[in-house]
C-alpha cells in the first residue's frame, strides 16, 4: 500500500473547466513532488516544493498551479487545459537531507482532456 | 547536467530466465541512483537504490544491481524472473545538488511463460 494517497484516480474534464488534483502523505516529508507522465514515457518533473515553499518549477505553463497548504498536502489546480495535457499525474515526497533522495510515489491521477 | 540512459526499450524473457536491464548514467558530480518500477494504470514503486558504500545493492523482489563508477553504470538483475515481473522498470539518478530525480526513458521486462 501507496503512504502517499493521491485524487481521484481518475478526472475526465473540458478545456473550460476547473479542477483540481490533490495529494497526502504522512510520513513527515518536508519534499513534494509532481510528475506528469505520458504513455510510455518516463515521468517528467513539473514541480517541487521544499518546506511548503515553491523551489522548482520546470518551465510549466500557467494552465498548472501548484498549491501546498501544508507540510502534508500538495494541490495541482487545473485551468484551461488543452488535450495534450491529457496524461498521469504522479504526486511524490521525499525526506529534504542529502542522502535520503529515496522518493515515495502515488499511484497517480489519470487526466483526460477533452 | 546530469542525465541517464537505458539501453534497452523492451526486454524478453522466459520465465525462470536470468535478466539484466541496463542502465548508464552521466553526470559531473558524486550521483545516487535509483531503479523504480511501475506496473500497468500504477504508481511508480522503489525496487533499490546506491547512496554509498557497497557497490552491489539488494532490493524486493530478489533484484540487485551493481554500481560501476569506471563504468558509470548501475544495471539491474534479477536470476530467475517470474510472469509477476512483467512491467516497466526506470532507472533514475539525482546529484547532490539537485533534489529531484531525473528519469532514464524505461524498460519494458516482458516476462514469457
Known amino acids: 500500500d501507496t503512504e502517499v494517497t493521491q485524487t481521484p484516480k481518475h478526472l475526465v474534464m473540458g478545456m473550460t473547466n476547473k479542477k483540481s488534483l490533490k495529494c497526502e502523505q504522512h510520513?513527515?516529508?518536508?519534499?513534494m513532488y509532481w510528475y506528469k507522465q505520458k504513455a510510455k514515457k518516463p515521468p517528467e518533473l513539473m514541480f517541487v516544493?521544499?518546506?511548503?515553499?515553491?523551489?522548482i518549477n520546470e518551465s510549466v505553463p500557467s494552465r498548472f498551479s501548484p498549491e501546498c497548504p501544508n507540510s502534508s498536502l500538495l494541490n495541482l489546480h487545473l485551468h484551461a487545459l488543452q488535450p495534450e495535457d491529457s496524461a498521469l499525474y504522479l504526486c511524490?515526497?521525499?525526506?529534504?537531507?542529502?542522502?535520503?533522495?529515496?522518493?515515495?510515489f502515488g499511484e497517480g491521477s489519470r487526466l483526460t482532456v477533452l | 547536467a546530469q542525465s541517464v540512459t537505458q539501453l534497452d526499450s523492451q526486454v524478453p524473457v522466459f520465465e525462470e530466465a536470468p535478466v539484466e536491464l541496463r542502465c548508464n548514467y552521466s553526470?559531473?558530480?558524486?550521483?545516487?541512483l535509483f531503479w523504480y518500477v511501475q506496473y500497468p494504470n500504477q504508481g511508480l514503486q522503489l525496487l533499490l537504490k546506491?547512496?554509498?558504500?557497497?557497490?552491489l545493492v539488494k532490493g524486493i523482489n530478489g533484484f540487485e544491481a551493481e554500481f560501476n563508477k569506471s563504468q558509470t553504470s548501475f544495471h539491474l538483475r534479477k536470476p530467475s524472473v517470474h510472469i509477476s515481473d512483467t512491467a516497466e522498470y526506470f532507472c533514475?539518478?539525482?546529484?547532490?545538488?539537485?533534489?529531484?530525480?531525473?528519469f532514464g526513458s524505461g524498460t519494458r521486462l516482458q516476462v514469457q511463460p
Open positions: 511524490a515526497s521525499s525526506q529534504e537531507r542529502p542522502g535520503a533522495r529515496e522518493l515515495f
Open positions: 510520513m513527515g516529508h518536508r519534499a
Open positions: 516544493y521544499s518546506y511548503e515553499k515553491l523551489s
Open positions: 553526470s559531473s558530480v558524486s550521483v545516487y
Open positions: 546506491y547512496l554509498s558504500g557497497s557497490t
Open positions: 533514475a539518478v539525482s546529484d547532490t545538488g539537485r533534489r529531484a530525480l531525473t
